[in-house]
C-alpha cells in the first residue's frame, strides 16, 4: 500500500474531495460547493487518489462577550475503503494545523461520533435540542401577548448588527463573518424578517424556510430567532403562529431555539416536543491564549492554583488569576487546588458546569467546595449556546 500524502486542495482536488464527500456520505454535501471561497479544505491522498479530508473554517466565536479565534471543522470523511486505520485522527492533526497558524486557539465541531471526538479532546458542553410546535397552540397564547410590533422582510446591517449584540450574551455562537448571511440564506432559501415597535430600533430578527409536505400544507423551519426582551419574543411567536392556514407546526432547527423557557413558561397547553441531537463539541488548543482572549466577569476576583491535563495524558501545573474582567494562565509549581481534564477544561471554558455539584458529578477532583464554586461562577454568568451551522 502507497504512502499518505496531504495538500491543501486546489480546484482539481476540491473537486475529486465533492465526489469523494458523495461516495462516504451516501449524498452530496453542499457547503463543499457553498463554502469553497471561504474554507480551507485539506486532503490525505495515496497513489493519486483523494481518501480523505475536511474543511476548517477560522472565526470567532463568543466566550464571556469577547470574540476567541475557533478552528471550525465540518464536512470530514474518510473513503469506505480506508477506514479503520485511524486515518481521521490523523487528518484532524493535518485540518486544524494551518488554522492554528493562522491564530485558532479553540476549536468547534459537531459530530454524532462522540466517542471519536473525546479520544481526541473535545467535549460537548450542553445539550442540543430540536423544537417542534402546533402552530396553533403558539397562535392561542402568543397572539394576547405580542402586541405592538410591526415585522417587516428583509436582512439589513442594523439587524445584523443587533444578532452580533446578543451572540455576545451567550457561549459559543460565531461572530458571524461578513459573507456568512448570505452564504446561509442562499443555502438554506430563508426568509427573514424584523420586529421593533414603531419609531425604535430594530428588537427582533427571525430566519425561516418551508417544507412542503406531499399532499397539502407546509412547515415552518426556523434557523434564526433573535430577541432583545420577553415582549420581542413574544411578538415573533405569535407572528409564527399566524402561520396556522399553511403550516400545522413550527419546528425550531437544532439549536436554533435559545435555552430560555419561553415555550416552557408560554403555552397554555405544554404539547411541545423536543428531539435530541448531536452536540456541537469543544476542543481548547492553547489553553494561555484561550484564557486570555474569553471575557471574563468583572466581580470575579480570584487567583487559584490548577492542574491540566496535556494531550500526552500528564499534568501540568497552572497560576489561573482572574481580575477586573481579564485572566490569565501562567506556569506554576504549587500543587493544584483543582484538576481539569482536557475535555473537562473545555466544558468550564464554554459555562457548561451551572454549579460545583454539576462539575465534581462531571469528574472535575476540586480541594474545596467554595474555590470550585468560583470558578464555575467565572465562566457561568453566560451560557453556553450555538445556533450557528457549519
Known amino acids: 500500500m502507497s504512502e499518505l500524502t496531504f495538500a491543501q486542495a486546489d480546484d482539481d482536488l476540491w473537486d475529486r474531495y ?64 480506508e477506514r479503520g486505520e485511524h486515518l481521521a485522527t490523523t487528518m484532524v492533526d493535518e485540518r486544524l494545523r494551518p488554522l492554528v497558524e493562522r491564530g485558532a486557539v479553540i476549536s468547534a465541531i459537531t459530530t454524532s461520533s462522540t466517542g471519536y471526538a473525546r479520544r481526541l479532546g473535545w467535549e460537548a458542553p450542553t445539550n442540543v435540542l430540536a423544537w417542534s410546535v402546533a402552530t396553533d397552540d403558539l397562535k392561542s397564547f402568543f397572539t ?17 448588527a443587533l444578532q452580533r ?41 427571525l430566519s425561516l ?21 420577553p415582549a420581542t419574543a413574544a411578538a415573533m411567536m405569535a407572528f409564527l403562529g399566524r402561520h396556522n392556514t399553511r403550516a400545522r407546526t ?15 413558561h408560554g403555552l397554555r397547553h405544554h404539547r411541545a416536543t423536543a428531539e435530541s441531537w448531536h452536540p456541537w463539541m469543544l476542543r481548547i ?15 470575579v476576583t480570584t487567583a487559584v492554583p490548577i ?14 488569576e482572574i481580575n477586573g474582567g481579564a485572566a490569565e494562565l501562567s506556569p506554576a509549581r504549587s500543587e493544584g487546588q483543582v484538576a481539569f481534564t482536557r475535555r473537562q477544561l473545555a466544558v468550564w471554558y464554554a459555562g457548561g458546569y451551572r454549579s460545583a455539584t454539576s462539575a465534581r458529578m462531571a469528574g472535575v477532583r476540586a480541594l474545596s467546595d467554595p474555590t470550585l464554586s468560583t470558578l464555575v461562577r467565572s465562566t457561568a454568568h453566560l451560557e453556553p449556546w450555538l445556533p450557528d451551522h457549519f
Not at 452530496?28 to 497513489?47: F, P, S
Not at 461578513?178 to 440564506?185: F, I, L, S, T, V
Not at 424556510?209 to 423551519?221: A, D, L, P
Request: proline content about 6%; hydrophobic content about 35%; overall charge negative.
Open 18 to 81: 465533492d465526489q469523494l464527500a458523495t461516495r462516504a456520505y451516501g449524498h452530496r454535501i453542499a457547503d463543499i460547493t457553498h463554502l469553497r471561497e471561504h474554507a480551507d479544505l485539506r486532503v490525505a491522498m495515496r497513489g493519486g487518489r483523494v481518501v480523505a479530508g475536511g474543511l476548517g473554517l477560522l472565526v470567532d466565536q463568543f466566550f464571556g462577550g469577547a470574540p476567541v479565534p475557533s478552528a471550525c471543522l465540518g464536512d470530514g470523511c474518510v473513503a469506505p475503503e
Open 209 to 229: 424556510t418551508t417544507k412542503r409536505h406531499e399532499r397539502h400544507g407546509m412547515s415552518v423551519v426556523v434557523h434564526d430567532f433573535w430577541a432583545t426582551s
Open 250 to 264: 413550527i419546528e425550531f432547527r437544532r439549536g436554533a431555539l435559545p435555552p430560555y423557557p419561553t415555550l416552557l
Open 165 to 205: 449584540d446578543l451572540a455576545r450574551q451567550w457561549n459559543g455562537p460565531l461572530d458571524r463573518p461578513a459573507w456568512w448571511n448570505g452564504w446561509k440564506q442562499d443555502k438554506n432559501q430563508l426568509t427573514t424578517y424584523r420586529f421593533a415597535r414603531p419609531g425604535h430600533p430594530t428588537a427582533g430578527l
Open 285 to 299: 488548543l492553547n489553553a494561555p491564549e484561550a484564557i486570555r482572549r474569553r471575557g471574563w466577569p468583572a466581580d
Open 144 to 160: 394576547s401577548t405580542g402586541g405592538g410590533f410591526g415585522v417587516e422582510h428583509g436582512l439589513t446591517e442594523e439587524a445584523e
Open 307 to 320: 492542574e491540566i491535563e496535556d494531550e500526552t495524558g500528564g499534568w501540568g501545573r497552572w497560576m489561573l
